[in-house]
């Protein structure tokens, strides 16, 4: 009997990490980590599809609301005819015309899109008792291209293209398999530099990265170019002169401007530079990169579509690609930007950190790696170790390694106690916190 | 005494449009017009401001619950402070860091953000009973430029430069505001060429335009090549070889279907290309121009923001400039897309149709003619025929001309019997369908 899906539910978590400033950044000063939660249900009691994007707070009910958006879209689909053609089913969802008006696939219809979306590739890997990743690298090329939509991409990477360049990377695929599996996928840490933590802070906080194993490190900068000379001298001076250091803007600096900092910062030898201006500039982007080469640019956690990326590609404008797999359209479009970033020699290191960011990455590296890129060398994805408490699985980090997942599907189901107590406005955290204002 | 707001309403208005295929195009078969409505009260009752943002249906309430999410940056906030520095107040909107991550400046926060904003420079324009156009015109350059954020804009025009811009227009700004209050603004009419017309409704609808002096015809394409030669040669048939014909393929073809498409076109004399490819696609709007140059390429009413907007520009991706002010971020955002147009000298012809969006326009090009571009060369702005009748301020039109509205502010309040009738899904309009169907 045939599988169908029966109910999508959506719930609204925010957890108060203001309180703390975790997450502060330039553009960010006082984020509330948030998840509009997807919950796919089916007619097998058993089979439960989870899926999230993630806010900073407010308009997280947006996201919530554009969820329930795409329902009509669901119900009564049966999952046997869903994956025979994923392209399909992702053209039906990003390709109604009302819903797409709001963007076009951008904003808060394609953040809600990726929640959905990906709730439905969790249901296909857990029906086949597969972790995400090994799902995906276990799809025939065929199926892989078959999932993307290259409407709007097709002049820089056609379909043919992509299918050649699949199997042009299928000899030794079981060898990066085993390799992944015995020594994990490299990480960085971001949690040492968020912008809101004082001097002794950052020290403690690099000491115990450093213990921790961790080599990459990232710190916040953009606010006060004097604090940023100041930050960048104390994290090298922690860190030492071979462990790598990357600075991330937040999209506050006009180009010039841009070009300008990065000039003063390069004395301390800076692995990249993320987010320089905003992520609409392809163009502003590729001046950057090209008057800070060999620094590096990198940029894509708000890029919102692969015709963002293409561009960002086509115009040599970053040197590493973040991808993120809650703003992109799910992971269909995921593929269709490791797909184009692979053409280009380009390295993806996804975007993590937020709530339930790092559950997601682990999936898109292992499979950029052993089926699209084939190469590790310049790859690294983010990592941040807050509020992964909250997930039914839970993430397992060795010596700066993510250990690759072996529990079924994609690993973003919250636990029944962290969707109730976090339940944006009346689950108790928050009631308690307006009784007490 | 100060004027204070106190407090802002949104509503849901949706018209069932799609029952006669109105609006219908190669990307939007079946769109129900649709406002997210923003009404801005304050302590003087008898001033009320009046926003909306457009879309096709569903979706709409997403827009209208962000709209209440702006909510908190509006009350009590007073008028004089607000208007003595319209850019910090926009920046203040825009700028709230966890509804920014949404967008960023983009999709539903954006279109929000356009309706809340249109309706605060209505409240100002009604307040000195002025039309919005005389109110604009009637602005120092010193507060022209002061609206506008020139964050990641400036690498391209600096506020320096803008007003310069400003300033070398001052002259014959006299003169050009009295022609336009004589001859009106030149339009052009979308409403004879919508997809879903079969070939009778077609040349009765071009006989009907020609007859009410319409000169400048722009009909939908992109759904089948033989179906867009056929139609442009009734339409070219029927309005002759000197009354321009424009089309407009509503994103749906990929870069190098668009070079051959409009090249098969070619024949019939076309005075622009509006929306070849995805709206994102800056590099591949620039190829297409470039391939099919001289046929002009439009673009812009899904254009976001100013970031993009300049990237046209700079890539001479667009020939003609299409300009949205309920999905740029509003008023003060279409300032910044008027004089960065004018800085490249590349016309402005703002997107209109829909509801509600007409009423806007007329005073954006009277902005542009008396302030930045000085010329009408080229220069013609959207009109269509629908839905009018349900504003409280009726739109003039007279040979194919706007006429200047004398009435105060931005001419959008809606009526309310229609606010009461169309309100989405309780109306009366909307339950009886539902009991219907």
Redesign the interface.
């Known amino acids: 009997m045939s599988t169908r899906i029966r109910a999508l539910r959506a719930h609204d978590v925010r957890f108060p990490t203001s309180d703390g400033l975790h997450g502060s950044d330039a ?6 980590y948030s998840a509009a939660v997807a919950i796919v249900e089916t007619t097998d009691p058993a089979l439960t599809g989870h899926g999230l994007t993630f ?5 997280n ?3 919530v ?2 969820i329930r ?1 795409y329902e009509r879209h669901l119900v009564d689909r049966d999952l046997d005819e869903i994956e025979a053609d994923l392209g399909a089913f992702w053209r039906t969802l990003a390709g ?16 809600a899109l990726a929640a959905v979306v990906n709730a439905v590739w969790d249901l296909l890997a857990r029906r086949v008792k597969k972790p995400l990743w090994k799902y995906l690298v276990d799809l025939e090329p065929e199926a892989v291209v078959r999932a993307v939509d290259f ?2 991409i ?2 820089v990477l056609s379909r043919e293209a992509a299918l050649e360049l699949l199997e042009a990377k299928r000899d030794g695929k079981g060898a990066r398999e085993a390799q992944l599996l015995r020594e994990g996928y490299p990480a960085y840490v971001t949690s040492a530099g968020w912008l809101g933590y004082d001097e002794p802070t950052l020290r403690t906080r690099c000491r115990a990265a450093i213990a921790d194993g961790w080599t990459h490190f990232k710190i916040k900068v953009g606010a006060d170019p004097e604090d940023d000379v100041r930050r960048c001298r104390i994290v090298r001076e922690e860190i030492g002169p071979t462990r790598k250091l990357m600075v991330d803007a937040n ?1 506050v600096w ?3 401007e841009a070009i300008g900092h990065i000039e003063r910062l390069a004395e301390f030898d800076l692995w990249w530079v993320e987010e320089p ?8 982007h590729a ?1 950057i990169a090209k008057a800070v080469h060999p620094i590096r640019i990198a940029t894509g956690e ?1 890029c ?2 692969r ?2 990326i ?2 960002l590609l ?2 040599e404008a970053v040197d590493v690609l973040q991808i993120d797999g809650c703003r992109l359209g799910g992971i269909n479009e995921v593929i269709a930007a490791i797909l184009l970033a692979a053409h280009f020699d380009v390295p993806v290191c996804p975007h993590a950190g937020g709530v339930g960011l790092c559950e997601h990455v682990q999936h898109f590296s292992a499979f950029d790696y052993v089926c699209a890129s084939g190469s590790l060398e310049d790859r690294i994805t983010e990592y941040a170790d807050h509020l992964h408490e909250h997930f039914v699985q839970r993430i397992e980090m060795r010596d700066g390694h993510y250990r690759l997942p072996a529990a079924p599907g994609l690993g973003v189901e919250f636990e029944a106690a962290s969707l109730a107590e976090f339940a944006y406005p009346d689950g108790p955290v928050w009631s308690a916190r307006r009784s007490a204002s």
């Open positions: 553009m960010n000063p006082d984020p509330d806010t900073i707070g407010r308009g009910e947006l996201c609301a554009a958006a109604d015309s009302q819903l797409r008006w709001l963007g076009p696939e951008k904003g808060v219809v394609h953040l409407r709007h097709s002049d999209q006009n180009v010039d201006t905003s992520p609409d500039d392809v163009l502003g001046r708000h919102q579509n015709v963002m293409k561009q086509q115009a």
